[in-house]
């Protein structure tokens, strides 16, 4: 950039930040716990881990503040009361998702699931689930879909030979093939090209979301070449989500998601249908749906392999429950999920206390409105904090920040379902992929303890329970050995 359009872009910025201290300060915004920087905003006061940051602003200014990203107001709503009145009760209100940095650069506004918002965003979500269903979501067939691709995974662990093992690669490898055989019908090798170079990229996504963050708040930042690779990164993966739709279009529509959409969109059409659905659409719904199905639930599942180390007792307890309950001669099906109920209380104590998303994903206000007396500015971006909520003291108790599968379960030993249990989100924007990820968790988890004790590669000493922050909370990387279970 010459020295010209610099100038241009911090006197504009100027003029931004002017507007935003001053005009909007006579629109009662929700308070910010610091003053903005011109031009900035907050950016220079943010911590690289928001999470403490956030729960002291709560502390400060209460349950709902604002923040400046360069002129974009980002309200956070906190408490669980709060975060469901504004995202459950005036769904029709906040549901919308604003236009991303990426989507800009591609030339490619608003298309799929995530980053969609109004008639197109609900056409692509109805349509993406009622197929979906039609591949097992909810029912047996996907059990079962799981559970083959849960023995590869297992096999795979077993390779290890109790010697010291990081377990994400091999889990994202597992979990991807799920999701990749339902859009696509085909089973991946794990060692197939494509497949790792898929996998590649979407880690390098998840890694550095942030950043895209970062420039859909700031965009003369596009500029600089670092940026640049992200735009790179996306059009890796779609480029192999084109590929896997050319593969997969013409098949039987019986056979897999994207040629059960294609088949969908042409009867639309024939019989006269005003539809959205188109080959764009499908292919960021396909790009979604990837990205969704892989990484949260590796993420937890890493989480509760971690806890499992720090917490020996709890594995045990897990453990004697599945061979009190089944016991070694079969592998767990989705069919004994019911008795095994401290196995589901630990999972739903991972959830919660690793909350993986805790800001979930942003939403946008697409006119002025108000929450309790303030004024939310046409534009303003929106976000649940689910920290306030899944780690809140005042709903499970003084020992909130420790990991105790107790909580779950209530005096007559049944798993408790609390309302505020939100791990999936609130409201219209839940995750589109909850039943299957509660399905996968079950499945995975129980056939890990019942064939491993996991230990850490120092007796009395297991790895930290730290995490790198990013759009996702992951573990930081860590190893265990995986000691194969003497079953006689």
Not at 111 to 125: A, D, N, Y
Not at 328 to 337: E, N, T, W
Not at 387 to 404: P, R, T
Not at 466 to 479: A, R, S
Request: aromatic share 10%.
């Amino acid at each position: 950039m010459d020295i010209i359009t610099l100038g241009l872009i911090f006197f504009t910025s100027m003029l931004v930040y002017a507007y935003y201290r001053f005009a909007k300060k006579s629109l009662n915004v929700p308070p910010c716990p610091v003053r903005p920087w011109p031009i900035v905003g907050h950016l220079l006061t943010l911590k690289a881990d928001q999470r403490p940051q956030f729960k002291q602003w709560r502390e400060q200014c209460g349950d709902i503040f604002s923040i400046y990203l360069g002129s974009k107001l980002l309200v956070v709503i906190n408490d669980f009361d709060l975060i469901r009145d504004t995202f459950v009760k005036r769904a029709d209100d906040f549901s919308d998702r604003p236009i991303m940095f990426i989507d800009e650069n591609m030339g490619d506004l608003g298309r799929g699931i995530v980053f969609t918002s109004g008639q197109l965003w609900k056409e692509q979500r109805s349509v993406a689930l009622s197929t979906l269903r039609k591949f097992g979501f909810g029912k047996n067939i996907l059990a079962e879909r799981i559970q083959e691709e849960v023995s590869h995974y297992l096999d795979q662990l077993k390779d290890s030979g109790g010697k010291p093992v990081d377990i994400k690669r091999i889990t994202i490898e597992s979990t991807a093939n799920i999701i990749c055989s339902i859009l696509t019908g085909k089973r991946f090798d794990y060692n197939d090209t494509t497949f790792q170079r898929l996998l590649l990229e979407i880690e390098v996504f998840f890694s550095s979301n942030q950043q895209a963050a970062v420039v859909t708040f700031f965009p003369f930042l596009k500029y600089l070449p670092g940026h640049q690779k992200l735009v790179q990164n996306v059009k890796s993966i779609i480029n192999i989500m084109k590929d896997f739709i050319v593969k997969s279009k013409d098949k039987d529509p019986e056979d897999n998601f994207i040629a059960s959409y294609v088949a969908e969109r042409d009867s639309r059409i024939a019989s006269g249908e005003t539809t959205t659905m188109d080959e764009m659409n499908l292919l960021r719904s396909v790009f979604d749906l990837i990205n969704a199905g892989t990484e949260t639930t590796t993420t937890t599942i890493c989480w509760f392999v971690l806890y499992m180390l720090n917490y020996p007792q709890v594995q045990k307890k897990i453990y004697d429950e599945i061979n009190t309950q089944i016991g070694s001669g079969h592998v767990p099906g989705i069919q004994d999920r019911p008795k095994l109920v401290y196995l589901n209380a630990a999972i739903k104590e991972t959830q919660r206390l690793a909350s993986i998303l805790p800001q979930s994903v942003v939403r946008i206000c697409s006119k002025t409105l108000n929450i309790r007396n303030y004024t939310i500015p046409e534009g303003s971006f929106i976000a649940p904090n689910l920290d306030s909520v899944l780690l809140d003291k005042n709903i499970w108790g003084s020992d909130a920040d420790v990991f105790n599968p107790d909580r779950f379960i209530d005096a007559k030993g049944q798993l408790k379902k609390p309302e505020e249990f939100i791990p999936f989100g609130v409201g219209r924007r839940v995750c589109l992929g909850e039943s299957m990820a509660k399905t996968e968790l079950f499945l995975y988890l129980s056939s890990l303890i019942q064939r491993f004790h996991l230990l850490p590669v120092h007796p009395d000493q297991p790895p930290p329970m730290d995490y790198i922050h990013g759009i996702t909370m992951i573990p930081k990387p860590y190893q265990l050995k995986l000691i194969e279970r003497n079953h006689t």
